[in-house]
């Protein structure tokens, strides 16, 4: 049993839980109990529950989807799949009068968000990090708006802008025919009017992010600025800022992401009315329903992949070249 | 042959004990899925004693009015009616994957086009054999709206309520209107309206369905029924000149309809009529929830949509009609035969409508003596109809009318000059879809 142990030893060295790995080196004998065959099952169990729910649930539907992508199908008996080729797509790109503004939505979402609750965030952290008084209270009251979840943030907004009996048009009196102001329903409106919110929400998410950015920022650099003489403005451009380079990729990836999983806030605003389609509405609304339209439906998700992909395999690459240079 | 780990190595149980919760948590999750499944048939197999249904009457007026009517057949049969309540949403929304998996014997469903789709499907099985008994109670159009493509039944319809043009009758009074029969007049009354200080037409379309009850009233007034039928099984064109007259008629009176419609709910729009400040709205009948004052209520009436071309005059109700399906194989058979039996029955209906008095009985024997005078006049104009529509969603297909009709019909609404490029685009996106089936 023993040798059979030790040959085992740098496998399970290679998998250790973060905290152990200094920890099994220094009391072999631990180790060795460690891989009893009760052991070996709870191995084989923690490896392959995941990798088959991650198999079943994320290879096999995005392979399955990508492939009903090029077929027509609704969804009653797999006999009635039809392949159809590029068809979905033709039509998708040529006939589908939302499906151009649901791209555009989604490329606005990402820059509003990146350009206004950003920065803001920025601000507000590097406010908070001064150990002003209160400072907590306003870091929870900057944060609530993250752990709501976003159908409540949407049934509220949705609320503040209902135009006949909302917060904002009671307050300026655009109820009345004649200044009507249609929050939810101008096209020329809604998006702006959800974004707000959406903003309202992110600003808080990147605040706590760039909060623990700063936190990381050695005390010591801004002494040494201090001692050069550096202002505070001069500080934060040359030193604190490009310190803040880890936390801004994971910015912009949480960024992204936000932008193009943007559904639940618009779907409780408005459905994804005319002014607020949103790709991720679009793959709904075809999917979902008693006669799906799934292989159509699967193309615009198929869309929605290739633009996740287009964005995240260059950051992996970079992230991997920069991993093998250290 | 195991140690149990040192108190040292203090990872060992710590990560065992994770895992067990870990193990546990899966096999819960494991657990959900049978659950999940399990609101399809339920056990009860052979048990000729009990016949289980899928409801979808999940509010609670309903559902307790359907428990009545459950109770009473269960009285006179001694047959269980085994119910299984789903979301009502939640029910249109899976019903493909319900009846494809292990439906319940019998389940709630919608007339028309809706039925026909699952009856061509072979998810539904025929009933000719129920309709043999109860067909007598029912009208000509209910008859209609209840059989398949194959011309068998497939459908035995309980309650149905009527669209259109609904009123307080103290404005009228007070400003001493007449109630409009023609297009005419219903375009001069909404002038009058606009100059009363009143708003004419109350209008939300945020939920995206109503703007289709609009197009529908006058798209029927003015093409007739049977190019209602045409246009919705994608058979007509909706290039067709007949397409563009109802929008151009639609065009004429959209000024006055009530300003921001896109971003308004039917019951703030509904709102508006309660508190005066609007003269009409075309809608269902289910209006008359959002007039919760009994007062209120009283004053509510309603008139049918104006006569547009005199060819067709007023002969189309559109009526949508809730009632009952039999699924694909139903363990109970007989039982199942013999509850649709009393459910096409009047005393079933009458039953029901004690509890729910929104709607009105789709058969033309129950007894309308307990009736408010709302729903009397409602069961007077449907059963005086010459044909029924059951509303654009449920006479199309779904995802034609949910992915294409709500959108666009909202567009038109928003910039009701684009209409040329519209029905193009219409058109375009209909072939495509009435093709793949």
Known sequence: ?326 | MHHSPSRLSVPGPNRRSLLRGVGGATLLAGAGIPLLSACGGSGAASDPKTVSLGSNASDAVPKKAFEEVYAAFKKQSGITVDVNTKDHNTFQEQINSYLQGTPDDVFNWFAGFRMQFFAAKKLATPIDDVWQKIGDNFPEAMKKLSKGEDGKYYFVPLTTYPWAVFYRKSVFQQHGYQVPTTWDQLVALCKQMKKDGLVPIAFGDKDQWPAMGTFDQINFRLNGYDFHVQLMAGKASWTDAKVKAVFDHWTEILPYHQDGALGRTWQDAAQSVVAKKAGMYLLGSFVAQQFTNKADLDDLDFFPFPEINSAYGQDTVEAPTDGFMVSKAPKNHDGVVKLLEYLGSPEAEQTYLKTDPSVVAASSKADTSSYSPLQKKAFDMISGAKSLTQFMDRDSRPDFTSTVMQPSLQKFVQNPKGVDSLLSSIERQKKTIFASA
């Open chain 1, 1 to 326: 049993m023993s040798t059979d142990s030790t040959t085992k030893t740098p496998e399970a060295a290679a998998v250790p839980p973060p905290g152990a790995a200094s920890h099994t080196k220094r009391v072999v004998r631990g180790h060795q109990r460690l891989l009893t065959r009760r052991d070996r099952i709870t191995l084989a169990l923690m490896a392959g529950v995941p990798t088959v729910l991650h198999v079943a649930l994320v290879w096999v539907t995005a392979l399955a989807s990508i492939a009903l992508a090029f077929t027509t199908w609704d969804g009653i008996g797999f006999d009635s799949i039809k392949w159809v080729g590029l068809e979905n797509f033709k039509q998708l790109f040529s006939d589908n009068p939302q499906f151009w503004p649901a791209v555009e939505h989604n490329v606005i979402w990402f820059v509003v968000l990146i350009l206004i609750p950003t920065p803001l965030g920025l601000l507000l952290a590097v406010q908070l990090d001064k150990r002003i008084r209160f400072s907590r209270v306003y870091q929870t009251a900057f944060f609530l708006p993250v752990v709501i979840s976003m159908a409540c943030i949407g049934f509220v907004w949705q609320l503040v802008y209902n135009p006949d009996t909302g917060l904002i048009n009671s307050l300026i009196g655009a109820n009345k025919s004649g200044h009507y102001i249609d929050w939810i329903g101008d096209p020329k409106l809604n998006l702006w009017a959800v974004l707000v919110a959406a903003s309202w929400r992110h600003t808080g998410y990147m605040m706590i992010l760039y909060l623990a950015g700063l936190k990381s920022v050695d005390p010591s650099l801004r002494e040494a600025s201090a001692l050069d003489g550096a202002n505070e403005w001069q500080t934060f451009k040359h030193v604190i800022f490009p310190t803040l380079r880890p936390t801004n990729t994971v910015v912009l990836v949480v960024t992204i992401i936000e932008a193009l999983r943007a559904f639940d806030l618009v779907f409780v605003f408005n459905k994804g009315a005319q002014g607020t389609e949103l790709l991720s509405i679009l793959v709904t609304n075809n999917i979902i329903g008693e006669s799906s339209r799934i292989g159509y439906g699967s193309a615009i998700a198929v869309v929605l992949l290739l633009i996740s992909l287009a964005v995240i395999i260059p950051y992996l690459v970079a992230t991997f070249r920069k991993e093998r240079r250290s």
